[in-house]
């Protein structure tokens, strides 16, 4: 996708990235003991956490960072997910549907959230939350669009983060200790160890390093096609011109980023597809279209395509809408020239469009044909909700930034550099 700005390129971001990874290296020391709470308040929002991303959309489908967790420290692979809040690890507790061996597995020691506090309702909202005695476990259950789920209990244990000012903290910090996982019948368990929730609820390990006081609230990351990228929490330098605003649609149950509305564009040219609100889902291979958008979308793909070289591969069960070529496609390189480009105008903000190409909405498959990276949301429960998934942030520094009801965006991205 391409914002039109003249914004400073991820490429300049990495290089930023590159320069505080020289100076001050992501590997955390288990040596110390963890730092005292008043210890951490001398941080007040000084500096900020920055994050290797390994992973690609394609075979993966995620990209993931670690995290050092526990006393000693132990790494864990987690997803990234920008649209749930809740962190979890899978939990030897005992575990069901775990992918991770045993000795991989998180231990909970006595370390349990307890129901009555306060965080405790906040993953329960916009449920009701009670307690049949204070001293209870704080249950969870997160369940995702992909109908992948966990379930288990919030812990609070030591996370280790490097700062790009030189500083190692070791907050404690709750998260999910996940006994219970059930995943996609459609696609094969993930081969990470949990899921890291970036999103805009207070359960989120933003908002928790933010209340106390150590980052300010924004995080942002770029992803590159080719796999990798970068992740950062807290006081990045956010460049103050050469950038694209849009309004972030805010309710106090969201605990996902959204905004909008929006109009579907196809080739530039209006499609009468109005009023879209834009879920933004790092944590989702695909985008989901409501039943409207995406029906347009397949006619007017569809009707593009005739008299070109395509036909339907109904042979291919990779996705529901595949195409076969003239010859085997390896790569989207070989199937762009016959597809258009489709954008999404948002009508609050003056000349704001976000410019999916061919190469964001299409995927080549195993058995060398080109499918329709989007699907029908309604069908698989979203009603009346459009996610944009992670294949369609890729060459994109987005920018959340929780004190403001703004989203920021950069525009033209050179991310092809990644060697960290």
Same mark, same amino acid.
């Given at each position: 996708?391409?914002?039109?700005?003249?914004?400073?390129?991820?490429?300049?971001?990495?290089?930023?990235?590159?320069?505080?990874?020289?100076?001050?290296?992501?590997?955390?020391?288990?040596?110390?003991?963890?730092?005292?709470?008043?210890?951490?308040?001398?941080?007040?929002?000084?500096?900020?956490?920055?994050?290797?991303?390994?992973?690609?959309?394609?075979?993966?489908?995620?990209?993931?960072?670690?995290?050092?967790?526990?006393?000693?420290?132990?790494?864990?692979?987690?997803?990234?997910?920008?649209?749930?809040?809740?962190?979890?690890?899978?939990?030897?507790?005992?575990?069901?549907?775990?992918?991770?061996?045993?000795?991989?597995?998180?231990?909970?020691?006595?370390?349990?959230?307890?129901?009555?506090?306060?965080?405790?309702?906040?993953?329960?909202?916009?449920?009701?939350?009670?307690?049949?005695?204070?001293?209870?476990?704080?249950?969870?259950?997160?369940?995702?669009?992909?109908?992948?789920?966990?379930?288990?209990?919030?812990?609070?244990?030591?996370?280790?983060?490097?700062?790009?000012?030189?500083?190692?903290?070791?907050?404690?910090?709750?998260?999910?200790?996940?006994?219970?996982?059930?995943?996609?019948?459609?696609?094969?368990?993930?081969?990470?160890?949990?899921?890291?929730?970036?999103?805009?609820?207070?359960?989120?390990?933003?908002?928790?390093?933010?209340?106390?006081?150590?980052?300010?609230?924004?995080?942002?990351?770029?992803?590159?096609?080719?796999?990798?990228?970068?992740?950062?929490?807290?006081?990045?330098?956010?460049?103050?011109?050469?950038?694209?605003?849009?309004?972030?649609?805010?309710?106090?149950?969201?605990?996902?980023?959204?905004?909008?509305?929006?109009?579907?564009?196809?080739?530039?040219?209006?499609?009468?597809?109005?009023?879209?609100?834009?879920?933004?889902?790092?944590?989702?291979?695909?985008?989901?279209?409501?039943?409207?958008?995406?029906?347009?979308?397949?006619?007017?793909?569809?009707?593009?395509?005739?008299?070109?070289?395509?036909?339907?591969?109904?042979?291919?069960?990779?996705?529901?809408?595949?195409?076969?070529?003239?010859?085997?496609?390896?790569?989207?390189?070989?199937?762009?020239?016959?597809?258009?480009?489709?954008?999404?105008?948002?009508?609050?903000?003056?000349? !704001?469009?976000?410019?999916?190409?061919?190469?964001?909405?299409? @995927?080549? *498959?195993?058995?060398?044909? %080109?499918? &329709? $990276?989007?699907?029908?949301?309604?069908?698989?429960?979203?009603?009346?909700?459009?996610?944009?998934? !992670?294949?369609?942030?890729?060459?994109?520094?987005?920018?959340? @930034?929780? *004190?403001?009801?703004?989203? %920021?965006? &950069? $525009?033209?991205?050179?991310?092809?550099?990644?060697?960290?």
């Amino acid at each position: 996708m391409d914002f039109r700005s003249k914004g400073i390129t991820c490429h300049t971001l990495f290089v930023l990235f590159l320069l505080f990874s020289a100076i001050f290296p992501l590997s955390f020391s288990a040596a110390n003991q963890p730092h005292k709470a008043k210890n951490l308040a001398t941080h007040r929002l000084s500096s900020s956490a920055v994050f290797k991303v390994q992973g690609n959309v394609y075979p993966l489908g995620h990209y993931t960072v670690t995290l050092n967790i526990g006393y000693p420290a132990k790494p864990y692979d987690l997803d990234i997910d920008s649209g749930s809040d809740i962190t979890w690890v899978q939990c030897d507790a005992p575990c069901k549907g775990c992918t991770k061996p045993r000795d991989q597995l998180y231990k909970p020691n006595h370390n349990l959230v307890q129901c009555a506090e306060q965080l405790c309702s906040e993953v329960h909202l916009p449920t009701d939350h009670n307690c049949a005695s204070p001293d209870d476990q704080c249950d969870y259950e997160v369940e995702y669009a992909d109908n992948g789920s966990s379930l288990g209990v919030l812990v609070r244990d030591y996370i280790n983060f490097q700062f790009t000012n030189g500083s190692v903290v070791r907050p404690k910090i709750a998260f999910g200790c996940g006994y219970d996982q059930k995943y996609s019948g459609s696609t094969s368990p993930p081969s990470t160890a949990g899921v890291i929730g970036l999103g805009n609820g207070r359960a989120s390990i933003l908002t928790q390093l933010h209340s106390l006081g150590l980052i300010r609230n924004v995080v942002g990351h770029c992803l590159s096609s080719r796999g990798g990228g970068f992740l950062f929490f807290g006081d990045y330098p956010v460049p103050t011109s050469g950038i694209v605003w849009t309004t972030m649609l805010q309710t106090s149950s969201e605990k996902h980023y959204s905004s909008g509305p929006a109009e579907l564009l196809f080739n530039g040219k209006a499609t009468k597809v109005k009023g879209l609100q834009l879920i933004f889902d790092s944590g989702s291979s695909y985008t989901y279209f409501n039943s409207l958008a995406y029906q347009a979308v397949v006619n007017l793909v569809s009707e593009d395509l005739k008299g070109k070289q395509l036909t339907r591969a109904t042979d291919d069960p990779s996705l529901p809408i595949c195409w076969k070529g003239p010859k085997y496609f390896k790569s989207l390189s070989d199937v762009k020239k016959y597809f258009k480009p489709l954008a999404f105008s948002f009508t609050k903000t003056k000349n !704001v469009q976000l410019h999916l190409p061919p190469e964001a909405y299409l @995927i080549i *498959t195993k058995h060398g044909n %080109v499918c &329709l $990276g989007i699907l029908d949301g309604t069908e698989v429960g979203l009603e009346n909700l459009n996610i944009i998934g !992670v294949r369609n942030v890729i060459w994109k520094a987005i920018f959340h @930034i929780h *004190t403001q009801p703004i989203w %920021v965006y &950069l $525009g033209t991205v050179t991310l092809h550099l990644l060697k960290i």
